[in-house]
């Protein structure tokens, strides 16, 4: 009977454990989960359970997805307190609280509901969420607790990101700390809602990247988020909640937003691919240089078409001329015109990025010229907007004091209405007047042309149709004398004499001035200081000018030492060389010195070789100078590029590389390891095709040189007290940033960095794949050309990239089709020749069937030289009004298709539009002129009647001379300088009357 007892015991002890570790989604207060058990939603997504992050051996309590191979954490319990063992558990207590306990029953975690529960259960949901609820409760959604309230790092699909005012609840994503410990790291990411609502991402308490407001369609500093195929948004503000939420448009697809803080700081939407077993990066922020918090200052607006980044508003001066021209715009801009709250007014900016609503004040039912007036209101009242743009836009948003963090956001911004002096609105009046006297005269130029047109039209109709009897015969006359009972025609209009000038053709030239790009291609001579014999450890040698030091340190807490040169004038020792990187000294025994053959040598205190300079030139007298440059110089040649330390404290070769790789045509290029990661597109005559940000501007100039005996880019420092530098770094997973020093901070500011944002990420869209951030999502195919997958495709995975819509046929006429506004594709498999015209261009293109693309090499004038293309077009991205023309290889009926809709559409428009012009312009001449002859006609110009009566009557009458007849078709050909009398002349015989003005017979 006792083995019966026991055995039931058993079964139902292996029935309880066994329900928990078959995936079970539920627990109840008398079960509990331990260290080597989980909890499964009921479709199989998530999982709760213990794991351990990284390298790390501590536990921690999670969720991750269930279906993805590389286990991906979306929440943490524990975050603040791991368990150093897996001796945890995860139970309910006599509350209803979720509680985890180590071994010693201490409690790791709570869910500290205030409520509690008859019948206390708690589940993990098919969406990820893991809730705690009253059994008996009847709506089964009115929980207790849920994990969807206090979020990690991971906002997944039906969070909110956000506020629950009610409960005073800010639901916000914090980072991990690093890959092996997800206790909260250095930023956040949520919704505040001091003044107006914005998304915020702040590094400690340090601001860092800014949504911009909700304008009713997205976040105004956010263009990219539009309607798409992947998921959908919304964004609530009542007086209960103020929250973001996504939700997937296919449940089946993964996706995510993290917020990643070993980069520096971004936040990560991602999508997974089955394919590579990846998450893929579809879009991020910080997106570029310009999304970084308050970069331009007060009244300064950031812009990657401009050189440099940041401007002043137009009507605003910087507030310090010389801090602005070293790249130092912290102290932005002030208004050239000072204020007087009497007489000031607003003036509208637009495709802004709306400013810090930090300071902001809203309301939803106002009307914009309400808000106007409400501003004006208050001296302090800098700005207005519409809360709302929706349709003809509705609701009031004013700012109070400086107007920070501004961008602009071409095509995709907002109108900012910016409090102006009252001289500044008169300037921007006389504007306006002049703007609108413009458009009045061409207006009225042309209704003037419309209406000569019309009279001109409406007279020679009239000519064309009058009858030919206009005018009465002689026997008329004499019957209208004689008789008081006739019946008189009725007059007609008098016609118009259209007598014919001929013009003398448009000879106008006309000058077409090209812009030129002139280089200043200076060659500066930089003095240099001697090496001595000898440079030990206590030693450095300074240039001549005193700008760079070269001499040993030891890099962050490491206590090796390593030969290196660094700025001298500046208080924070920044290293731009180092000898050694491979290998350090590990004390002070270093000694720099010139071997027997001239080689520049770094030894130990054993006389070992750690570094050379490895010169296969032997000189009899060689000199090592450091150069006001910062260049150790011995006069060699060698492929020069850059690489990254592998941290601060070790300066020895990193993963990064970053030069100019010359297969093919000549690129830019950022390596990871063997990997591309980024590309600057070829040179182009005048930047780097994918690089527009690369204009002349007051900080630098640059050139690049590509001949048979170098290949390089290289640039020089307008104001050589600036002190400015290009750095490849690690640090941000990858990056090449130019930084200046800047002396009130004493600090280095970052002036623009690659890849700018996603899009430069190499070959993110594959093949004949483009990247716009403005799209959504950010890849599409080029036109003509579809998905290889439309399934992968529509999950985000576009590395497969494009093909063509209709296969190309080499032998049956393929031909080429012009793409504008590209970084030019991947020159790894391209041709070029400088000497070539774009027809020859094409021409050599067509003949080579494996030739998929051309363009010209150099685009500065109308362009010459040829680059071509063979293989699939890779790594291309679209930039309005910056890019480069490509014309792409298509099948003979996608040139058909094109002819149709493009090409002949604009002919016709532009035939139909020549045509009507013209036509106007003969008409209104014609018009013109048959007014003029009408305004300046005699109006004798006919016989009275009395006139015609004395005609008659008497032979003595002195008659009138008759006018030019209107229409006279009979010509006399006299001969000319004959001197004979009129006897002996050719007579010209016309009708026996004088006609004045008669239509043409």
């Given amino acids: 009977m006792e083995g019966f007892y026991f055995l039931s015991i058993c079964c139902a002890l292996l029935f309880f454990f066994s329900d928990i570790s078959t995936a ?46 590389v286990k991906t954490v979306v929440w943490v319990a524990n975050r603040d307190n791991p368990l150093t063992n897996s001796s945890g558990v995860l ?26 529960a008859e019948n206390p259960v708690v589940q993990l949901l098919e969406s990820g969420n893991l809730v705690l609820r009253d059994e008996k409760d009847g709506n089964s959604e009115n929980y207790m607790w849920q994990s969807f309230d206090y979020p990690s790092d991971t906002l997944l699909p039906g969070m909110k990101l956000g506020w629950d005012l009610k409960n005073g609840l800010n639901r916000r994503l914090t980072s991990w700390k690093n890959a ?57 503000s009542n007086g209960d909640e103020v ?32 394919q590579s077993h990846d998450w893929q990066l579809l879009v991020s922020v910080p997106r570029d240089h310009c999304d970084m918090y308050g970069l331009c200052g007060a009244y300064g607006s950031c812009d990657l078409d401009d050189a440099p980044v940041c401007q002043c508003l137009k009507g605003f001066k910087p507030r310090s001329i010389q801090a602005w021209n070293s790249t130092n715009w912290s102290g932005g801009c002030v208004h050239k015109v000072p204020l007087d709250c009497k007489g000031d007014g607003f003036v509208m900016y637009g495709e802004l990025k709306l400013p810090d609503t930090t300071h902001a004040w809203s309301n939803k039912s106002m009307s914009l010229k309400e808000c106007q007036a409400e501003c004006l209101k208050k001296c302090s009242c800098m700005a207005f907007t519409n809360s709302d743009i929706r349709g003809q836009g509705s609701g009031c948003v004013l700012w109070f004091g400086d107007l920070v963090d501004i961008r602009r956001i071409s095509g995709a911004g907002q109108d900012l209405y910016i409090r102006m002096a009252a001289s500044e609105l008169e300037v921007k009046d006389e504007s306006r007047k002049k703007k609108r006297v413009i458009l009045t005269v061409g207006v009225a130029v042309v209704l003037v042309m419309l209406l000569m047109g019309l009279c001109g039209g409406w007279c020679i109709w009239k000519t064309k149709t009058r009858p030919k009897d206009d005018r009465p015969t002689m026997s008329t006359v004499v019957l209208m004398l004689g008789s008081e009972s006739v019946v008189l025609p009725t007059p007609q209009q008098p016609g118009f004499f259209t007598e014919r000038c001929h013009m003398k053709p448009n000879t106008g030239e006309t000058s077409s001035n090209q812009e030129s790009c002139v280089s200043n291609d200076i060659t500066v001579t930089l003095l240099q200081g001697d090496l001595p014999d000898l440079l030990s450890d206590e030693q450095s040698l300074v240039s001549q000018g005193g700008s760079f030091e070269l001499g040993f340190f030891s890099p962050g807490s490491s206590k090796n030492r390593h030969l290196g040169i660094w700025y001298k004038k500046i208080t924070v020792r920044t290293i731009v060389w180092v000898a050694n990187r491979d290998n350090p000294l590990t004390n002070s025994s270093g000694v720099l010195k010139m071997d027997t053959k001239g080689n520049l040598v770094l030894i130990n205190q054993r006389g070992s070789v ?49 030069g100019i790789e010359n297969f093919g045509y000549p690129d830019a290029i950022m390596r990871k390891d063997l990997v591309k990661r980024v590309r600057s597109g070829p040179w182009n005559g005048i930047r780097y095709s994918g690089a527009p940000e690369l204009k002349p501007n007051s900080i630098f100039k640059f050139k690049f040189i590509s001949n048979g005996d170098e290949v390089y880019y290289t640039y020089q420092l307008i104001d050589k007290s600036v002190l400015s530098r290009l750095v490849l770094s690690e640090n941000s997973d990858g990056v090449l940033q130019r930084l200046t020093w800047i002396d009130k901070s004493h600090d280095w500011k970052l002036f623009a960095s690659v890849p700018k944002d996603h899009c430069d990420m190499y070959g993110l869209c594959g093949a004949y794949g483009s990247c716009d951030l403005d799209d959504a999502p950010a890849c599409q195919c080029l036109k003509g050309f579809k998905a290889r997958s439309i399934q992968a495709w529509n999950s985000t995975d576009w590395s497969g990239g494009c093909v063509h819509k209709v296969p190309l046929d080499c032998e049956k006429g393929d031909g080429f089709v012009k793409y504008m506004e590209l970084k030019l594709p991947d020159t790894t498999h391209a041709w070029a020749n400088k000497s070539m015209s774009l027809k020859e261009c094409e021409r050599e293109c067509l003949k080579n069937c494996s030739c998929m693309a051309y363009t010209n090499s150099n685009i500065s004038g109308l362009g010459s030289g040829c680059v071509m293309w063979f293989g699939d077009l890779i790594d291309i991205r679209r930039f309005s009004g910056g890019g480069q ?83 006279f078709t009979e010509r006399c050909h006299m001969k000319p300088n004959s001197g004979e009398t009129s006897s002996n002349q050719e007579s010209c015989v016309s009708n026996d009357i004088t006609v004045t003005l008669l239509q043409g017979r």
């Avoid at 359970?49 to 999670?62: A, D, E, T, W």
């Avoid at 050379?612 to 000199?623: G, K, T």
């Avoid at 298509?890 to 045509?915: N, P, T, Y």
């Fill in 243 to 274: 929250y973001y939420t996504y939700q997937l448009n296919d449940k089946s697809v993964l996706s995510r937003l993290v917020l990643n803080g070993n980069t520096d700081g971004v936040l990560q939407r991602s999508t997974w691919i089955d």
């Fill in 91 to 116: 139970k309910l207590d006599r509350k209803g609280n979720l509680v985890l306990v180590n071994q010693r029953e201490s409690v790791l975690w709570s869910s500290n509901s205030s409520r509690t």
């Fill in 610 to 658: 750690l570094w050379s300079s490895n010169s296969s030139i032997v000189a009899e007298n060689p000199v090592v100078q450091l150069l006001e440059s910062g260049n150790l110089d011995l006069k060699k040649g060698l492929n020069r590029r850059l690489s990254s330390w592998k941290k601060d404290d070790d300066p020895s070769p990193g993963r990064l590389t970053y």
């Fill in 180 to 236: 092996d410990n997800p206790s909260p790291g250095g930023f956040t990411y949520g919704i505040e809602n001091e003044g107006y609502p914005e998304a915020v991402m702040r590094k400690g308490n340090d601001k860092r990247y800014r949504s911009g407001p909700w304008n009713g369609l997205r976040y105004s500093g956010a263009p990219e988020l539009k309607p798409n195929s992947i998921f959908k948004f919304n964004f609530t």
């Fill in 885 to 967: 023309d490509l014309y792409i290889r298509m099948a003979a009926s996608e040139l058909e298709v094109k002819d149709e809709s493009g090409k002949k559409k604009k002919r016709v428009i532009l035939i139909v539009g020549v045509a009507v012009v013209m036509v106007m312009l003969l008409l209104g001449l014609c018009g013109g002129w048959c007014i003029w002859k009408t305004k300046t006609r005699p109006k004798d110009d006919r016989p009275t009647m009395s006139t015609v009566v004395l005609m008659l009557s008497s032979e003595s009458a002195v008659l009138p001379t008759p006018q030019q007849p209107g229409f």
């Fill in 24 to 69: 079970a989604d539920i627990i109840i207060q008398s079960q509990s989960i331990s260290d080597d058990q989980s909890l499964v939603s009921q479709g199989g997504s998530f999982e709760l359970g213990f794991f351990s992050p990284g390298i790390s051996k501590n536990r921690y309590l999670g969720i991750w997805y269930t279906k993805v191979p």
